[in-house]
């Protein structure tokens, strides 16, 4: 049993934040002292943990004293700021922005995936975005059978990517749409109710956008393969929580349905879902709240004789975000990587 660590979570009253704060519970992760910390905006809520009132403290210069573990989900802008200063302090970073993702200093790390990445850590660990973890969780079995050549993939994205704010922004602009009303944006460029958009993030001179590059980059760091091909199309869609993949992948022989299916059959992390018969398949609302990654429809792809196609359901807030943080912090308190912080060294 790994000893007790004193945990920070940063970004605390956000959705990821909050998951982070349950999940933690849920699964019982070795904790001496939970400290949650967020904007000064924010400082005084209270947030339950284990039949406890916790009050969320405002970030400032002290606030990673006495902490080993610091679970960041705050936003890159955030988290370029105060995680290396949380390292200084004797803390290690596990950080779900995208500050530090693409420096090679940094392990980006999918535990059914890279676990041994984690291990190089120099005191911060990012969490890749979340289209990237619940692809790689799903396709990564098959790369490990026969190396995947080429990936096409086309994603549908709740408003849980945006954060809390979105999903509430959805839920009355849905309202407002029923009611007759113009529904009104905040959080989103256009309304997302009843509607669909690719995603908002900035587009480069190739006509990809930002979330696009980062399944790109992303898979090609964690899988190891920097010439990996991949073209991916992601999209906003009306859906509250959980996102969605249609995943079509090449080899460079065929790879038979029934051998995929077997594979992810006992794939870690990974459910697959298929009623043939029902055309039942992966559905946000059933990925909801669920650790897994679900995936079905596996296929041949009828135009390429080595291409395989699959659909697949995760929760973004979850395994997408705060359920990898939490299996990256057991895969190190289980490997004794988290390490005590000067101040309680001294004090020992």
């Not at 999918?110 to 005191?123: C, D, F, L, T």
Request: hydrophobic share 45%.
């Amino acid at each position: 049993m790994p000893r007790p660590y004193r945990v920070a979570i940063l970004g605390a009253t956000g959705a990821v934040g909050t998951e982070l704060l349950s999940i933690l519970e849920q699964r019982r992760f070795p904790i001496a002292n939970l400290k949650l910390l967020a904007s000064p905006r924010s400082a005084g809520q209270r947030l339950k943990f284990s039949g406890e009132d916790l009050i969320v403290e405002a970030l400032d210069n002290r606030a990673f004293e006495n902490v080993d573990l610091v679970l960041a989900s705050a936003g890159g802008s955030i988290s370029k700021i105060w995680a290396p200063k949380a390292v200084e302090a004797g803390a290690v970073v596990i950080d779900n922005s995208s500050a530090f993702r693409m420096d090679e200093q940094v392990p980006l790390v999918i535990p059914e995936v890279n676990p041994e990445a984690a291990i190089a850590h120099q005191g911060i660990i990012a969490n890749p975005n979340c289209t990237t973890i619940l692809m790689a969780v799903a396709i990564y079995p098959l790369h490990q059978a026969q190396p995947i050549r080429r990936i096409v993939a086309a994603t549908y994205q709740s408003a849980s990517g945006a954060g809390a704010r979105a999903m509430e922004e959805v839920k009355v602009q849905a309202l407002a749409i029923l009611q007759g009303q113009q529904p009104k944006t905040e959080i989103f460029p256009y309304p997302l109710a009843f509607n669909l958009f690719p995603h908002n993030t900035k587009l480069n001179d190739l006509g990809y956008c930002e979330e696009e590059m980062k399944m790109v980059n992303e898979t090609r760091k964690i899988f190891g393969v920097p010439g990996l091909r991949i073209t991916p199309t992601c999209i906003r869609v009306p859906v509250l929580r959980a996102h969605s993949e249609a995943i079509n992948l090449e080899f460079d022989q065929p790879f038979s349905a029934v051998q995929a299916r077997e594979i992810l059959n006992h794939a870690p992390g990974v459910q697959v879902v298929e009623d043939w018969g029902a055309n039942y398949f992966p559905m946000p609302i059933d990925a909801t709240g669920k650790d897994d990654v679900l995936v079905g429809r596996i296929r041949q792809d009828i135009s390429n004789p080595n291409g395989l196609e699959l659909w697949l359901s995760g929760d973004q807030i979850r395994k997408g975000a705060a359920l990898n943080a939490v299996q990256i912090a057991e895969l190190l308190a289980n490997q004794s990587l988290i390490y005590p912080t000067q101040s309680a060294v001294a004090s020992t």
